[in-house]
């Protein structure tokens, strides 16, 4: 072959690719009404545009896609119900006057073995009009409980995770219920308006975080036993379950997707200084990130049940044992 002819050959060949290619972005680019030669667009048009039913619930899917979403919102209509009651149960408010530390029955630490096992729904204890916190609670405001000064931390912070958001927009507003399942609102649109807020998530992390120190001292407290002048360490099953209260709660806020970004999301290499710390708490965090989900399903309940516990000791249902030391 001589030169001439290998020359026009890898012409062709370069011609041929830079047309084959152009075509590719004119059928990636091309509107539905030109002509498609090869088919390649309508089955891209055709993916987009399945039939579907339309309505609330309308799916053409046949299997029981409705159990998660029905179970969720029974779970979390069951968490918010039992937190809003637990929230107004120490409040000086009407209905509630007759009930808890209104009434002279606090039910918000188990006291009364020497210890001080404080319910994680009622910490920090802020009691209005009183020493330390509580000192700083306008007078107007002292018919709140402490629970509703900080109840707005944990429901921030899970009202706006991630998590949370896909399971309460399929629960509660059926947006979708589940994949390939009608929305009763319309296409979504994605967060705007009001749903902004839920921008706040990385400030709520920050707040979340600190209450882990919070909690953490808690802990500390319920290890501590006082009667009289006589004072002693201990561990009571109320100690433990606040014990497992904090590493769930630790193992749900330490791999929340804000705290993964602060910590190493935001850096592009982990060379730098401090760059091989920084990558171990990331890939730390990375882990607890994979199962995010059930480290926010089981955290939410234990928090729960923990106030519980501490609610069935102070009303006399239940004993707090005192297993270890105490006084
Ligand atoms: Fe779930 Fe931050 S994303 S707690």
Redesign the pocket.
């Known amino acids: 072959m001589s030169t001439k002819s290998k020359w026009s050959r890898r012409k062709s060949i370069g011609e041929a690719c830079r047309e084959l290619s152009l075509g590719l972005l004119d059928i990636i680019k091309c509107p539905r009404s030109r002509p498609d030669p090869i088919g390649v667009d309508n089955r891209m048009v055709d993916a987009k545009e399945l039939p579907m039913a339309r309505g609330l619930g309308k799916t053409d899917r046949i299997d029981s896609w409705w159990t998660s979403p029905l179970a969720m919102a029974a779970y979390l209509g069951i968490m918010v119900v039992y937190a809003t009651w637990r929230g107004f149960m120490e409040a000086d408010f009407w209905i509630f006057s007759d009930f808890g530390a209104s009434s002279g029955t606090q039910t918000m630490a188990i006291e009364d073995k020497n210890s001080h096992v404080l319910s994680p729904l009622y910490s920090p204890l802020i009691i209005p009009g009183k020493d330390g916190l509580g000192s700083w609670v306008p007078e107007f405001l002292w018919w709140m409980s402490p629970a509703m000064f900080i109840l707005i931390v944990p429901a921030g912070?899970?009202g706006t995770?991630?998590?949370?958001r896909k399971a309460y927009y399929r629960s509660f507003f059926a947006s979708p219920a589940a994949c390939a399942v009608s929305t009763p609102f319309g296409d979504y649109n994605g967060e705007r308006k009001l749903f902004l807020f839920q921008n706040l998530?990385r400030y709520f992390?920050y707040l979340a975080v600190a209450y882990l120190f919070v909690l953490s001292y808690d802990v500390y407290m319920a290890t501590q036993f006082h009667s009289g002048n006589d004072a002693g360490i201990g561990i009571s099953v109320g100690t433990l379950v606040l014990v497992l209260n904090v590493i769930l709660l630790g193992g749900?806020?330490l791999g929340?997707?804000?705290?993964r970004h602060l910590i190493g999301g935001i850096r592009n290499r982990f060379h730098n200084g401090g760059g091989k710390l920084a990558e171990k708490c990331w890939t730390a965090c990375s882990g607890l990130n994979k199962n995010?989900n059930k480290w926010?399903i089981y955290s939410l309940f234990w928090v729960m049940f923990s106030d519980f516990y501490v609610y069935m000791c102070t009303s006399g249902v239940w004993s707090d044992l005192v297993l270890i030391g105490g006084v």
């Open positions: 912070f899970r995770c991630y998590y949370y998530h992390m749900y806020t929340c997707h804000s705290f995010h926010a």
